[in-house]
């Protein structure tokens, strides 16, 4: 005869149903914690893989003395060194002949880019002067990094939320 009785052997069915309620909710909280980090983390990679490419642009249009090219798409972006290699025409804003490509990146699914320079073109000079501007990397939940170029060509990168 020991301090429990025969009655309390075990969980009944309603203690089972309100275990189960909480861990559902908190595995749901933590999956949607984890996929706001993986969104943020998607973010702030691009703007700083964008961010190195267009300093390393900077460095190539000043070793090439020439101009280097940033072609920006929604979901992409393109940079070249716009120097005529290979009989292509120098200066044209197009990447022809056997112009260098500097980089090329595809966005993930869940982000755009945007910005305010014409035709989204944005030329980098050997001499260092660039047109200032910003170009936006901006996720589907309405959050977006900017970067801010300058005329001396100095990048920053500006968090925010639409």
Same mark, same amino acid.
Request: charged share 20%.
């Given at each position: &005869?020991?301090?429990?009785?025969?009655?309390?052997?075990?969980?009944?069915?309603?203690?089972?149903?309100?275990? &189960?309620?909480?861990?559902? #909710?908190?595995?749901? *909280?933590?999956?949607?914690?984890?996929?706001?980090?993986?969104?943020?983390?998607?973010?702030? !990679? &691009?703007? =700083?893989?964008?961010?190195?490419?267009? =300093? +390393?642009?900077? #460095?190539?249009?000043?070793?090439?003395?020439? @101009?280097?090219?940033?072609?920006?798409?929604? $979901?992409? @972006?393109? *940079?070249?060194? /716009? =120097?005529?290699?290979?009989?292509? $025409?120098? !200066? /044209?804003?197009?990447?022809?002949?056997?112009?260098?490509?500097?980089?090329?990146? /595809?966005?993930?699914?869940?982000?755009?880019?945007?910005? =305010?320079?014409?035709?989204?073109?944005?030329?980098?000079?050997?001499?260092?002067?660039? +047109?200032?501007?910003? #170009?936006?990397?901006?996720?589907?939940? !309405?959050?977006? #990094?900017?970067?801010?170029?300058?005329?001396? !060509? +100095?990048?920053?990168?500006? /968090?925010?939320?639409?």
């Amino acid at each position: &005869m020991g301090a429990f009785s025969e009655k309390s052997r075990g969980f009944t069915l309603y203690e089972l149903l309100i275990v &189960m309620a909480i861990l559902s #909710i908190m595995g749901t *909280m933590g999956t949607v914690s984890l996929l706001g980090f993986k969104q943020r983390s998607q973010l702030s !990679g &691009m703007a =700083n893989i964008l961010k190195a490419d267009l =300093n +390393r642009g900077k #460095i190539l249009a000043a070793k090439h003395k020439s @101009y280097v090219v940033l072609q920006i798409h929604e $979901t992409s @972006y393109e *940079m070249f060194l /716009d =120097n005529g290699a290979g009989e292509a $025409t120098s !200066g /044209d804003w197009v990447r022809e002949g056997k112009e260098l490509q500097v980089a090329k990146r /595809d966005l993930a699914p869940s982000l755009s880019i945007d910005s =305010n320079f014409p035709s989204d073109h944005l030329r980098l000079r050997g001499s260092g002067r660039i +047109r200032p501007g910003t #170009i936006i990397v901006q996720s589907r939940s !309405g959050k977006h #990094i900017k970067l801010v170029i300058n005329a001396v !060509g +100095r990048i920053r990168l500006v /968090d925010g939320v639409s």
